[in-house]
Each structure stands twice: as C-alpha cells, then as structure tokens.
C-alpha cells in the first residue's frame, strides 16, 4: 500500500502511478478515455453487437464497500434508451436496456463517479461488459434474476415462476451470452464464492445443482462442474447449451438411462439447511425434490422441479463458451485517489504568501499535500503541509540576469539567490574582453581587437597564414579568419577557415608560388586533352579526369585516364567493315585499335578475321537455305563439294534409284521402275504390277485382271503386294452407271449384304476419299504431293514442275483439278498457273541468293556508294551497279554488278575550273583520290610564267 513520506522525490513519484484524484461533491470521470474500437475482439464480436445491461459496483480500497454518500452519476449519453439503477445495499450500479457495445463504452467515458463522503479513502470502480457482477478470484460473472427482470426478456420455455428447467434456459440463452461466456444457474463451489456472493448480492431463489436419476447423489449438472461435453444435438437446444443430458428432468426415478443417471460433478462444498435435502415430496407427488434452491439466509433446499413460490434465481459465467474479449478489457477497475488540494484549506496555506505557491497532493492519502514554488526553484524535503522555501537565481536562463548578461556575452553572478531579494546580481565582460562591473544591467564598454597581440583571433587565423579581420571589438568570438593562398577560397567567423580549392580551375595552375601540392586537375586532364571535375573543393588529389574524344569512355581519380573505345559502335572501322557489310563485329580489348574481330552471319556462312573483313565460305547445303529445303521436298539428298565454291551443290538420288544427273539448284532426275523387281509378285497372282511414279520410292501396286473383280469393294489395288482378286458378279453390271458421269472418273464395285445391293463409287488412284453408298464419292488430290494421272508432258505436273524451278507448289482447293500453282522462294515475288512463275527481284533491296562472285547490292552499302537495279528488267541476275556519291566522280566506265571506281577532281566539284578560267588559267587537279583535298591548282597559259601558286596562279 502507498503511505505518505516527507521527501519530495517520494512524493513526486506517487503522484506519478497513474491513479485519477477526486473529491467530495466534485464529478470525477472515471473512464474519459476508453474507445470501443480500441479493443482486442476474437470470433465474431465487434463494436456494433447488442448488449442489454452493463454493471457498475463501487467499493473502497482493499475490496470494503462503499461508503454513504457513494454514487454514479448519469451520462449525458444515457438519453431515454439506457436506464440506470444504483444499489446502496450493494453498492452496484446496473445501467439496462438492449443497445449496441459502442453505446455503452461511450456511456462509459462520460459517467461520473460522485460522493458526499469526507472518508478521503480511494476508491475502486469496476466495469463489467455484460449483466453481471464480476469476481476476480476465480474470473466468473454472477447476476441475481428476480422473476419479473427476467420477463422483460422473453425466452422459450415454461412460466419462469414455476419451473428450475425455464430458469436455466433464461440463463443459458444466446441473448443473455457476455461476449461468448455462456451462462447456466450457479454453481457454488467453495466458501469463498458463497461469500463473494453474500456481499455482492441477493442469491435467493435456483441454483444449478440436482439428484435427479440417482435419488440422495447430488451433483452439479449445469456449467463447467455439468459434464465434459455438451450434447451436439439436443432435443432442447438452449437449455442444453450448458447443461448435461441427465434424461427426462420431469419424470419420477428412474428418469434417466445409463450413463446420465451420473452425470455431472458430486457436490464438495455445502450449505444445507439445517434438516435438508429431506426429499419431501417423494412419498406425496409423482416427481420429487431433485433440484437445488437457496433459501433468502442462503441457505441450500431441495425443491421439485416446478415450485410456485420460486421467484428468483443467480445465473453464472464463465467456463462454458469461448471469450471473444480478453477477460482484461471485459472488466476493468480504476482505483480513484483523494484530491486534499481540491477541498480548499490546503491551498489556502499555499496561496498566503507572495509570490504564490501551488497546492499539490501526489498520493490521494490524507495528511501527505504540499506547497509548491511557483517562482524560483523549490528547496529539498520543504513545502509538506507548509510554504516551501524557494531558490531564485536571477542568472538562471529565462531571469532578468541571464537576459541582460548572458544573452550579450557576459559572465553574470547573483550572491544572494532567494526570492526574496532580487535586482542585486553582477555583469562582467567575458575574458579576454575588459570593462566596468554592471549590477542590475550589463558591464561595459568591453573591448579586444582579436586579431592583434595574444588574440584568439591572431593565433588561429594569422599564424597560420590566413588574414584576420575584427570589425566589432565589441564581442568575442566575432573575427573572420579568411583563405589568402593562390586559388584557395574560404572564411570563417570565430575560428581558422576551412578553405576550399577547385584544381580543376584556371586558377590553380597560372602558377606555382604558393600552390597546394594537390592543385594539379586542370593541368593533368589538360594535358592529356580530358575533361576535369573535382567534386570536393577542400580534398586534395580528388579531382577526376574523363576521356572527351568521339566514343572514347574511360575515367580515372587523381591522374589521366585510359581511354577506351569500341571500333564495332558508330564511327568506328568495325562498324564500317563489319555491321555495315553485314558481319557481326565484336571488340574485346578496345583500348587498342585494330583488334576487332568480324564473323560471317546469315544462314550456312562461315569465317571471321581481325582488323578487317572476313572471307565467308558458303553450305549450300545449310538447312536454312532453299537447296536443302527443295532436295528433302524431291526425297532427295543434298551434297555440297566445296564450300568455296558457288552453285557446285547439287540434289543426289537416293538408291536404288537410277543415275543421278546433277543440276545445280535443282532436283535430280531420279528413275526406278519397281515393277522390273516386284513384277512377280503380281504375275504368280495373275496380276498386272504398275509403278504410277517411276521417280519415287514404294508406288508399285498389283491390279486385277477382267474379269476378275477385287473382291473388297474398298481395295481396288494391292500397294506393294497382291490384290484381293476374284470372279464374282456384282450389282456394278445393273446400277454402274450411278457412278458415271463424274471427272475424274470413278470406279463401281458391288456393296456386301448389309448395303442391300446397293454399289460403292470409289476415287480412282492417286484419288483418295470415303465410297460412296450408291452415290459419287468425294475425291480429292493434292496435285501438289503426287504425280498428275492426267498431265501429258507438255503440262507435267506440280510436284515435278515447281521443284525444277526451285519454286514451291501450292494446291488451294484439293477437289478442284489443275489449279496448282509455282510460286518463288524468298526473297523473289511471282507465282504461275500450272507452270513454272517469272521471278522478279530488286538485287538492291536484299540478299542474292543465286549470286556469285558478283554479290549484291551490299556491295555498294560497303563502299559507301547508291546502288542502283534497272527497274526496267528485275528478272535479269547480276546488272545492278553501283554509283559514286557527291562530290565523287565514277572514273572510267560503269561496272555491272561491281563496286564503282570513284575519285575526286576538284576542278570539277570544289569550283576549281571557275576560278581559273576566270583569270585566264587552266585547272589541274594531279591527285584525284577521294581523300586528296585541296590539292587542285591553277597553271598559266603558254607564253606566261608562273610567278605564284596559291589555286589562281600569278602569271607574268
């Protein structure tokens, strides 16, 4: 327990344990700064949830009751919806009416805690968020139900007047829940809980204890005592939410079968009635006294289940249900503490005197208030129910010494420090200054030029060789110390200057006397044709030199820098020689010249070289190139002799096929007549072999002789073996002409048993598609992927045709026929009907992908010149040429297919010829190379001497 003690940290300390102070007649809010949304809530509470009471008990410290003349008030948020009961008996507070949680905690923080009582005890005020009452020794909540309360709250079941069974669905009912604790009749376990209950409350009426199914064994049937378990479907929902299932609690024993005729907790502790439980109804009415009832003593009966004089009962919470608020913010106590200050005749004592001291009471204990100095600093273990003796030194900060002394610099001193006597401290100048002594106002004049004699000023500023200038010799502290070395800049007030020097400046290198050894920036990075930047003026040696030719990088801190520069970027001879022809370029050491190294790129393209352009060697066999693809088209094989060769590739007959015939770009000529080998096969079945494609591989078929019929309607050949043959007479003799009349034409063949003699039309060979049943079928043909039936030599076909040509085949409508079309490969545009297409192509434009020695256009790119494809014939290979750019000339005559032969003749593009005829002179320019410049020049006609050149000749 706090108690009082004279010594003021003691006291400061208690005034600060976070208790609230009142008075008598005084409202003292209690709770000013509880929110609801402040608090912890699990599961499914929330602010907005109804609640129907709130209980309120005041007591005195330690856990007495209150004393007479105790009450809470009313908040002014109460209005007509909330309703509150005080109970002096009890000294509780019950605030009632169904409204959400957010209401009641702002009632809360509006409602006082008033008293008439002159005790000067504290007091302790509790909260419960709910109905009940709470008891901190065991945390259960407890509330005293009287009949006509519980009415106002209706809940299923019999009239509460006459039964224990209707009183325990009140109490276990979902609306008389507090925050997820269910509740159930009470429970009395031990005599500390009878006794709680004693002092807080009438507990008159039931109580959750009964020996029904097993007469004279008393049990706790209900709450956490009940059983281990609740019953998960009950036939009574709501009563059974905190109650075990003991059976039929109105029929007489047995009631109950098995196991619930002992369920529950045998009681420990008891409070009999003296001559009690006696069973007295047992011999007169059909159900006995088998349920537990407290007398108004509190004393415990046995009464029957229902019993008209019961009028009240005592619900409890706690150990059923899960709390959705820690038990710390269900219930809070706030311990109130007396304010002696408050009352008057302590802060009288404090206010007679002048200046006035303050009235402080820092525990709430009676006899322990005090004085405080409310001017002046407050003298130790003095002011206890009694004037404080207060220090005033009037040079501490904020006084009238510290302001007219210390504020302008001068040391000030009081010898008499009270409140008391005031106005007598003592100015003095502040060494190394001199001057008068000032009482009551500052010293003075005081005077020094720092920068003179044994000066601060000179010490830290001349001495070191900087200037010292002392304008106001006045004050201290106030001379300037300034840099004075060549290029150095700086000053600073009171203390040497921080000087600062920018080497990259003009300055720091016009010369050497008196130059810091680390000014050398613009003089390093100058000479080495760099960039200078120094970033921090006062660090020598940090200044950094950047390379600054065309796409050099490089830099370096405190010296000149390597420079780099990568020959295959823009402007260099690897984007010229290399990317500008084509080549992939790549420069691994670029602070040397000449170490590039180009690759070949394109589809089949091999070779590299350094320092220049490499010589690429072609597959023609790649499989990114047009050959490969038109060999594989043909089943073909291609072969590639020497890849420094152009156009010796060629297509290669697989075997057994034939002699090849090599024609460069195209496919071989491959023939193989299958039959001279599989003829046998047919004529040993009295079979005719055909071979329909005698340039492909596995085509040969065995064919029925007439009359003989296939005898499978839908096989009309053998592929590379005998036919199904037979001699049989079909409906094709009756209904063949259904199949007639179509191109191509089809073929008749007589249908089984299940087609009811109806014929099948089949799609002749290389034809392909379902029969149809007594109707045409659907042929259809790729002319593209087989040998036209129909084609004669002059049309040949698609496969073949377009393949010769190097040219791909396109068949768009399969049920159409001769519609295939040739069209060109990439990059050539053109496509023809049933033969081979013209092929334009601007040799310019792309890559020439049938070109030799010749090349292409890039040629021209190279050499920085146009080229130029006459559109007049884009099908002729190779007549493209290149032209010379302005100001160059083509020299000679125009080479197709070639680079241009270029020079520069000044007197015809720089004006040469202009200026010397002018003058009567003849242009010569002797060096016509393009980067021979200015090196054209007048000559003198016959007869005339040349005096002078310089391009117009001086004649004589």
């Given at each position: ?348 004592v404090c206010n007679a005197t002048a200046p006035p001291q303050t009235c402080r009471d820092p525990s709430g204990h009676a006899g322990d208030w005090m004085c405080m100095c409310t001017v002046g600093t407050q003298k130790f273990d003095t002011g206890v129910r009694s004037l404080a003796v207060c220090q005033y030194d009037e040079c501490e900060p904020g006084r009238r010494g510290h302001d007219l002394c210390v504020q302008i610099g001068q040391d000030c001193t009081d010898a008499s420090p009270t409140a008391e006597a005031q106005h007598d401290f003592e100015c003095k100048c502040a060494a190394p200054l001199s001057g008068a002594v000032g009482t009551d ?192 088209m043909a089943k073909q094989t291609c072969v590639e002799p020497d890849v420094a060769e152009a156009d010796d590739a060629y297509c290669q007959c697989p075997p057994p096929m034939g002699a090849q015939k090599r024609v460069g770009g195209a496919v071989a000529a491959c023939e193989w007549d299958e039959c001279a080998d599989h003829a046998a096969t047919c004529t040993n079945a009295q079979q005719v072999c055909e071979d329909a494609d005698k340039g492909a591989m596995g085509t040969w078929v065995c064919k029925c002789v007439h009359p003989q019929e296939p005898v499978d309607p839908a096989q009309l050949v053998g592929e590379q073996t005998v036919a199904g ?10 209904y063949g002409y259904v199949c007639s009349g179509t191109s191509p034409a089809q073929i008749c063949g007589a249908g089984e048993v299940e087609w009811d003699g109806r014929v099948l039309c089949k799609c002749p060979a290389p034809y392909s598609a379902p029969p149809g049943k007594h109707e045409h079928a659907s042929c259809t043909l790729d002319e593209c992927a087989v040998v036209c039936p129909w084609c004669d030599k002059t049309e040949g076909h698609g496969a073949g045709t377009c393949a010769s040509a190097q040219q791909a085949c396109r068949d768009a409508d399969h049920t159409v026929d001769r519609d295939w079309r040739c069209v060109c490969a990439d ?130």
């Amino acid at each position: 327990m706090r108690r009082a003690v004279p010594a003021l940290a003691a006291l400061l300390a208690a005034s600060a344990a976070g208790e609230r102070a009142y008075a008598p007649m005084v409202p003292t809010l209690v709770w000013p700064g509880l929110a609801c949304d402040d608090l912890p809530f699990t599961g499914g509470c929330n602010c907005d949830m109804q609640k129907r009471a709130l209980m309120i008990t005041v007591a005195t410290a330690g856990g007495g009751t209150c004393a007479p003349g105790d009450r809470m008030g009313e908040s002014p948020f109460m209005g007509g919806q909330v309703v509150g009961t005080w109970d002096a008996t009890y000294c509780n507070y019950l605030l009632e009416g169904t409204t959400s949680l957010r209401h009641y905690v702002e009632i809360l923080t509006t409602l006082p805690f008033v008293t008439t009582a002159t005790d000067m005890q504290p007091r302790e005020i509790t909260f419960t968020l709910g109905g009940g009452i709470y008891n901190k020794h065991n945390g259960h909540f407890y509330e005293h139900v009287g009949i006509d309360k519980a009415r106002e709250y209706p809940n299923p079941g019999s009239d509460l007047q006459e039964s224990w069974r209707a009183a325990q669905q009140w109490c276990a009912h979902p609306d008389q829940d507090i925050l997820g604790l269910v509740g159930y009749l009470a429970t009395i376990t031990t005599a500390g809980e009878k006794a709680f209950l004693d002092a807080h409350m009438n507990s008159i009426g039931w109580l959750g204890g009964a020996d029904v199914g097993d007469e004279g064994s008393w049990r706790w049937i209900v709450g956490p005592e009940g059983c281990a378990g609740y019953l998960t479907a009950p036939t009574d929902p709501v009563l059974r939410r905190s109650m075990c299932d003991v059976g039929d609690l109105a029929a007489r024993e047995p009631g109950c079968t098995g196991t619930q005729c002992t369920e529950g907790t045998p009681f420990g502790y008891t409070n009999w009635e003296p001559g009690e439980p006696n069973a007295a109804y047992m011999t007169r009415e059909s159900e006995g006294e088998d349920f537990l009832h407290s007398y108004r003593n509190t004393n415990w009966n046995d009464f029957r289940l229902t019993n008209g004089r019961i009028e009240a009962f005592t619900c409890e919470w706690g150990g059923v249900g899960t709390p959705c608020l820690p038990m710390a913010n269900v219930t809070q106590t706030e311990t109130l503490v007396v304010d002696e200050c408050a009352s008057g005749a302590a802060s009288g004592v404090c206010n007679a005197t002048a200046p006035p001291q303050t009235c402080r009471d820092p525990s709430g204990h009676a006899g322990d208030w005090m004085c405080m100095c409310t001017v002046g600093t407050q003298k130790f273990d003095t002011g206890v129910r009694s004037l404080a003796v207060c220090q005033y030194d009037e040079c501490e900060p904020g006084r009238r010494g510290h302001d007219l002394c210390v504020q302008i610099g001068q040391d000030c001193t009081d010898a008499s420090p009270t409140a008391e006597a005031q106005h007598d401290f003592e100015c003095k100048c502040a060494a190394p200054l001199s001057g008068a002594v000032g009482t009551d106002g500052p010293a003075g004049p005081c005077t020094q030029d720092e920068c003179r004699g044994d000066g601060v000023g000179k010490a830290l500023c001349v001495d070191v060789g900087q200037q010292c200038q002392d304008e106001n010799q006045t004050h201290a502290g106030n001379f300037v110390c300034t840099c004075t070395r060549l290029g150095e800049y700086g000053n600073a007030t009171g203390a040497a200057a921080v000087c600062a020097l920018d080497e990259c400046a003009a300055a720091a290198v016009s010369g050497s006397r008196g130059l810091p050894p680390g000014a050398r920036g613009a003089r390093t990075c100058g000479a080495a044709g760099q960039t200078c930047s120094d970033a921090d003026h006062t660090v020598d040696g940090d200044f950094v030199c950047t390379c600054a030719g065309a796409g050099e990088t490089g830099t370096a801190t405190g010296a000149a820098a390597v420079c780099e520069r990568d020959e295959c970027a823009a402007g260099g001879l690897g984007k010229t020689l290399c990317v500008d022809d084509g080549h992939m370029c790549v420069d691994a050491n670029r602070t040397h010249s000449g170490n590039f190294v180009c690759t070949c790129t394109g589809a089949g393209r091999t070779g590299t070289a350094t320092g220049g352009a490499p010589v690429c060697a072609l597959d023609e066999c790649d499989a990114g190139l047009a050959l490969n693809a038109t060999c594989e088209m043909a089943k073909q094989t291609c072969v590639e002799p020497d890849v420094a060769e152009a156009d010796d590739a060629y297509c290669q007959c697989p075997p057994p096929m034939g002699a090849q015939k090599r024609v460069g770009g195209a496919v071989a000529a491959c023939e193989w007549d299958e039959c001279a080998d599989h003829a046998a096969t047919c004529t040993n079945a009295q079979q005719v072999c055909e071979d329909a494609d005698k340039g492909a591989m596995g085509t040969w078929v065995c064919k029925c002789v007439h009359p003989q019929e296939p005898v499978d309607p839908a096989q009309l050949v053998g592929e590379q073996t005998v036919a199904g043959c037979a001699f049989k007479e079909g409906d094709c003799k009756k209904y063949g002409y259904v199949c007639s009349g179509t191109s191509p034409a089809q073929i008749c063949g007589a249908g089984e048993v299940e087609w009811d003699g109806r014929v099948l039309c089949k799609c002749p060979a290389p034809y392909s598609a379902p029969p149809g049943k007594h109707e045409h079928a659907s042929c259809t043909l790729d002319e593209c992927a087989v040998v036209c039936p129909w084609c004669d030599k002059t049309e040949g076909h698609g496969a073949g045709t377009c393949a010769s040509a190097q040219q791909a085949c396109r068949d768009a409508d399969h049920t159409v026929d001769r519609d295939w079309r040739c069209v060109c490969a990439d990059p050539y545009d053109g496509d023809s009907l049933m033969s081979t297409a013209k092929c334009v192509v601007d040799e310019c434009n792309v890559e020439c992908p049938h070109c030799a020695d010749s090349g292409n256009g890039n040629a021209c790119v190279a050499a920085d010149q146009t080229c130029q494809d006459p559109a007049g014939d884009r099908t002729a290979r190779g007549n493209w040429y290149c032209e010379c750019k302005a100001p160059l000339s083509l020299k000679g005559a125009r080479q197709a297919a070639a680079a241009a032969d270029c020079e520069l003749n000044e007197c015809r593009s720089a004006g040469g010829d202009a200026v010397c005829v002018a003058g009567g002179q003849t242009c010569a320019d002797e060096d016509t190379a393009p980067d021979a410049v200015g090196d054209w020049a007048c000559t003198c006609a016959d007869g005339f001497r040349t005096v002078a050149t310089a391009q117009a000749a001086v004649c004589e």
